[in-house]
Each structure stands twice: as structure tokens, then as C-alpha cells.
């Protein structure tokens, strides 16, 4: 138990700061701007990265990192929800289960052994909920989006769970137009393909999706329909007193509601994808695929995740009829009023590293460096 607790501490006070190994590798700024973090450029394995991240929560719930070494790139974006233990907990554990089981295959990255990461830091949260139940029930309830992508011998993997979501910019003939390709699966009930899923999972069960005010929430309660954490929704021991009785079922679960298996895909990378784009539901909600990918490719390179934070947030303050300069004067869990946190990392492919299977020495190891 005691244990358990300097863990739980550990996930909810530590600061989220930049762990870089290698901040003499790339140039580029890095820097605050209030609520807004920012790393303009850096070189990662494959080529050039840019990272961004603009916080809204009173806790910001958003988590992201960068890894690239001998066994390749990885990075993550993670959307907490209901609290940011189980988005912080999948930032320090998800890569470094990644690491260990893609080193019993020698560096081979499977589907399986991107699955079975996953699945080691669902059963490892859990347990850190069990653990607490006791004396932090509320853990229970905390619950992240995982948005994987991992670069590995000329071969993009993409897992994700819930609503996060990575863009390729492709480039089109010699137009120099770069059309927008998604690449991942979204789980959220506001789909119409989610939602048959659901249906076709609990067919007994009428009410596994409720519209309420408008939004497709699974039992009535939450959006996406797969994620690290969320404990309450997919055992039975974990939903019930005291946890807050508007997420108590009324009837006991025979089956987990909620999923952590990812959806993944590989992709082939060619000459012509030109860079991607990761960023979690913040930025979606305000930017189209192509619109993102266009900022990207209009512009130089250095700052391109803070222009597309930037360029959501000024969406975000017209919807409400404001000018952005005001926006920015509103203070944090105000400010989730107007807009979601926001994390983005654009990939830029450099494709002669790419096919030399390039090694990063020193390795790069980075997180965003905005404060709580």
C-alpha cells in the first residue's frame, strides 16, 4: 500500500518536464507563452519534429513524448480524461514496456508486440487502482486516449485507442500540393461505425449508447469506447460506492463496457510522404485534416506544432465571437470552457535517413515542458 501511494504521488505532483538526453542534437526554440508550450524544432532519428502543447484543464491532462534510438521512433500522445493520473501513468510505462518486449524479438515490432505493450500498461494501471481503491477511489474514473505512432525499417506503425488522431501530408505530383491522409481509427460514440460496434458487442443491452444533449455517450456517460484506465467501466469490482453515483451502473457488468485493445495499421513509408501529424482531439475539434496538413506545408518548419496550436485556438476564440488576444488572458480551468488541452508533434520524414535505417546517437528522450 505505501507503495501504491508514493506512486499516486508521483503521478499527481510530479511536473511534466522535457527528460531530453540530447538537447545539443537540432536547433530551434523552446519556450512558454502562458498557458502555451512550445519546442520549435529538433531532430529526432528520422528527420525534424516540432512539439506544442496549450493547457486548458485546472491539471493539464494531456501527455506526449518522443523516443528515437537504435530500435527506431516512437512517439505518443495521450488525452487524459476524469483526472491526469492515467495519462501521466501511461507516459512513464507504455514506452518502457514497448522497449523490454520489443527486445525479446530483437527489435522486430509486430502488431503483437505493440499489443502486448498496451496490454502490459492496462494490467499495470489496473493494479495501481486496486491498490488504491481504499484510500483514492476516484482513480477509478481516470481514464487517457493512446495515440501511438512508431517509425521502425521504413515502416510507420499506428495504435490508437479513443479520439486522437495522426494525419500524413502527402505530397501530389509535382504540384507541390500535399493532400491529407488520416491514418488512424478513432473509438468515439459520435461515429455511427462506433456505435454499431457497441451494438453489436451488447446486444442485450439497449442502452450501451445514449444520446444526451446532443453528444453519442457510451452507457450515457462517456465518449470514446476504448482507453488505458477507466476502470469503473470494465470491472465490476470498481463501479460502485463511493464513487460518484452518476457513474455507477445500474446493473452489473457481464462483459467489459470500455476496450484497451488498440486499433493498429502499418504503413509502407514512400518518397512522397512529406510529414505527419499527431495531435489529440483538442486540435481536431477546431482544424480539418487538410487544413492542418496546408499550415504545415505553407510554412517554414520551425514552429509548425505551435502554428497549428495557435491556429485552433484562434478557431476557438471566433466560434465564441472573441478575439484571441482575449482568449489567452483567460485563465486555466476558465479557459476548458473555450477549448480543450491541446497537443500537437509533426514528423517531418527525411527519407534518405529513413532508408539508411539511421541511429540516433545520442538517443533523444522528450517531453513537452509545461507546468501544472
Not at 476516484?138 to 485507442?161: D, K
Not at 460506492?241 to 485493445?261: D, Q, T, V
Not at 512522397?272 to 492542418?292: T, Y
Request: aromatic share 8%; charged share 20%; glycine share 8%.
Amino acid at each position: 500500500m505505501l507503495q501504491a501511494l508514493m506512486n499516486l504521488l508521483s503521478l499527481c505532483f510530479r511536473p511534466f518536464v522535457h527528460d531530453s538526453k540530447s538537447d545539443s542534437v537540432g536547433v530551434g526554440r523552446e519556450g512558454k507563452e502562458g498557458l502555451l508550450w512550445y519546442r520549435d524544432i529538433g531532430k529526432y532519428g528520422s528527420g525534424d519534429f516540432s512539439m506544442a502543447v496549450a493547457q486548458a484543464n485546472q491539471v493539464l491532462e494531456d501527455q506526449c513524448q518522443i523516443e528515437s534510438g537504435p530500435f527506431g521512433t516512437f512517439v505518443g500522445v495521450y488525452d487524459g480524461h476524469g483526472g491526469p493520473e492515467a495519462s501521466r501513468y501511461v507516459c512513464d510505462h507504455l514506452f518502457r514496456h514497448f522497449k523490454a518486449i520489443s527486445a525479446e524479438t530483437q527489435g522486430v515490432v509486430t502488431t503483437e508486440t505493440i499489443q502486448r505493450a498496451f496490454r502490459a500498461t492496462e494490467e499495470g494501471f489496473t493494479t495501481l487502482v486496486s491498490e488504491l481503491w481504499t484510500t483514492y477511489p476516484q482513480i477509478a474514473m481516470a481514464g487517457s486516449c493512446c495515440l501511438v505512432g512508431i517509425i521502425c525499417q521504413q515502416t510507420l506503425f499506428v495504435a490508437n485507442l479513443g479520439d486522437s488522431r495522426v494525419v500524413l501530408g502527402k505530397k501530389v505530383g509535382n504540384t507541390g500540393a500535399v493532400a491529407a491522409i488520416q491514418l488512424s481509427t478513432e473509438h468515439n460514440a459520435n461515429l455511427e461505425a462506433i456505435r454499431q460496434e457497441l451494438q453489436e458487442l451488447h446486444p442485450d443491452d439497449p442502452q450501451i449508447v445514449v444520446l444526451k444533449h446532443g453528444v453519442w455517450r457510451v452507457k450515457g456517460i462517456i465518449q470514446v469506447s476504448r482507453s488505458i484506465g477507466d476502470v469503473y467501466m470494465k470491472h465490476t469490482q470498481f463501479n460502485r460506492e463511493p464513487i460518484n453515483g452518476k457513474f455507477r451502473l445500474p446493473e452489473p457488468m457481464n462483459m467489459p463496457i470500455l476496450s484497451a485493445n488498440p486499433t493498429i495499421i502499418s504503413h509502407r513509408l514512400q518518397p512522397n510522404d512529406s510529414f505527419l501529424i499527431f495531435a489529440s482531439d483538442g486540435l481536431w475539434e477546431h482544424l480539418s485534416n487538410q487544413k492542418s496538413v496546408d499550415i504545415v506545408q505553407s510554412n517554414p518548419r520551425t514552429g509548425s506544432a505551435k502554428r497549428l496550436v495557435k491556429a485552433a485556438l484562434q478557431e476557438a476564440a471566433k466560434k465564441r465571437e472573441m478575439r484571441y488576444s482575449d482568449l489567452r488572458k483567460i485563465d486555466k480551468k476558465v479557459r476548458r470552457h473555450f477549448h480543450d488541452d491541446i497537443t500537437v508533434i509533426v514528423l517531418f520524414l527525411n527519407h534518405d535517413l529513413i532508408s539508411r535505417g539511421a541511429v540516433q546517437d545520442p538517443p533523444l528522450s522528450m517531453r513537452s515542458a509545461l507546468e501544472h
